[in-house]
């Protein structure tokens, strides 16, 4: 006689249901989050919470899969750099490792992509660099051209002076030729660091050039000097026909520790007056940040007022927005400088036409006093300029509109561009398109004048 199976298995008994348990999933930790990354001038400071912390302009991309690291719980790295030797020390701790489906981070050669090799393996061995390479900074520049010498007092002497070296604050040191790759080879973690799209230069091209901000101070118990790099630059020269050269600079950067105390715009300076003094063709600067572009312009302005031979040309345009009222023309207002004008500048201060231009809109302003008088015309020159910038300087942009048309072919290919005669408003529509496009320039013009404004302010300050 047969008899009902019973069976084993436990899950048909509700109360003994098995309960099935699933791996914890990494989704990592962004590099951002984890990593600290101080600057430290001595060994007393590593560790310290008083330690000068950097912000880097972002850690995630020197990191695959999204700027993340996996297999870690609790991660947390701390990065001190020698701001003697320029050597790093990275402390990496965690709670435990595990592979959460995405693997494990290796994280030393991710660190060496930053810093190459100049991250120390052992603290002991970090902390030992502090006394080992405390000359750093004086046998880099020892064989260098002193192009500034700056006293303590403000007053500048050039490399031909007779200021002596020990009343001196601040240096700028020209190196070129070999030392060039291994001083840069030094630094360039913090170029990755802290300046936003920053690649590495080319060390072996022979036409590089490094300018050394550094400080120096007396030591009286030591009996000598503590040097402290403050900032750098990267310039290149590359030919330009048939007989001249032109200097681009293509990365500065002033330590954050030393940072709106004006070394910036000193290295400018100086950079302003090696191109006039070896006459090559222009210097040009290499995608400015704002930031950077804002001092250079600070700085142009002021030399453009006190350069007299575009005077004239300056008040007789300034005569112009005076005299006319701009919002009654249907056509673009140019109000730029004249081609001799340009050329006059080019050959004797050295700035190229595009940032010559941006410098005249500055001189306008100043020159149109008061401002607020002139405001309306002001703002329409602006305002074609951002659209001759944006659109095209022959574009007509103001009665020109473009429709698109039902097509067979390539949408985005097919348009009709329609003009109206004699500066008259069309009749056509404008699409939503149209609309956000009036509107992005709005925001340019806006940007640009608060800009503008922001400079202006700070050149009449420093020359009152």
């Known amino acids: 006689m047969g008899t009902k199976h019973q069976s084993s298995d436990p899950t048909s008994d509700p109360k003994k249901r098995r309960r099935v348990g699933f791996a914890k999933i ?35 991309h020197f990191f695959e899969e999204d700027g993340k690291i996996f297999g870690y ?18 402390d990496i701790t965690f709670e435990s490792k595990f592979d959460g489906g995405k693997g494990i981070t290796d994280l030393k050669p991710a660190l060496q992509n930053i810093f190459a090799d100049n991250l120390v393996e052992s603290k002991d061995n970090f902390l030992q660099t502090f006394s080992a390479e405390s000359n750093y900074v004086k046998s880099i520049i020892s064989n260098g051209e002193v192009l500034l010498q ?11 002076s007779q200021l002596k070296a020990d009343a001196s604050d601040v240096e700028v040191i020209r190196i070129v030729g070999t030392p060039v790759g291994p001083i840069y080879c030094r630094l360039i973690p913090l170029v990755l660091l802290l300046v936003d799209g920053s690649n590495p230069i080319d060390i072996t091209d022979p036409r590089w050039e490094i300018y050394l901000l550094v400080q120096k101070k007396i030591d009286q118990q030591a009996e000598g000097n503590q040097l402290k790099l403050l900032g750098f630059a990267a310039l290149y020269r590359f030919y330009h026909y048939p007989e001249s050269l032109r200097l681009r600079l293509s990365q500065i950067l002033v330590l954050p520790p030393y940072q709106r105390n004006g ?15 070896e006459n090559v063709y222009d210097l040009t600067v290499e995608e400015p940040l704002d930031s950077l572009q804002h001092v250079r312009t600070c700085i142009d302005v002021q030399r453009l007022l006190a350069f007299d031979p575009i005077q004239p ?55 149109l006093d008061p401002i607020d008088k002139y405001m309306e015309n002001y703002r329409i020159i602006i305002s074609d300029a951002v659209k001759a910038d944006v659109i095209g300087k022959d574009s007509g942009a103001a009665n020109k509109r473009i429709v698109e048309v039902s097509t ?26 149209q609309t956000t496009v009036e509107e992005q320039l709005r925001q340019l013009v806006d940007e640009r004048m608060k800009e503008i404004e922001l400079i202006a302010e700070k050149v009449s300050l420093h020359c009152s």
Request: glycine share 4%; charged share 25%.
């Open 313 to 367: 040309t300056l008040k007789s345009v300034l005569s112009r927005l005076k005299q006319e009222n701009l919002s009654k023309k249907t056509a673009l207002c140019r109000f730029g400088p004249p081609s001799d004008a340009i050329e006059n500048v080019r050959k004797n201060l050295k700035i190229n036409k595009k940032q010559f231009i941006q410098c005249w809109e500055v001189l306008i302003y100043l020159g």
């Open 73 to 90: 719980q609790g991660l947390k790295i701390t990065i001190w750099v020698s701001s003697i030797s320029f050597h790093a020390y990275a």
């Open 150 to 160: 700056q006293a303590s007092n403000g007053h500048s002497n050039d490399s031909n």
């Open 408 to 433: 067979e072919f390539d949408q985005e290919m097919s348009f009709v561009m329609f003009k109206s005669k004699n500066g008259e408003p069309n009749n056509i529509e404008m699409d939503e398109n």
């Open 26 to 60: 990494d989704v990592g930790v962004e590099a951002n989050e984890c990593i600290k990354i101080y600057l430290v001038s001595s060994k007393e400071e590593v560790g310290s919470p008083d330690s000068f912390c950097l912000e880097p302009v972002d850690l995630n």
């Open 263 to 277: 070394y910036g715009r000193t290295l400018l300076e100086v950079l302003n007056k090696v191109a006039v003094s």
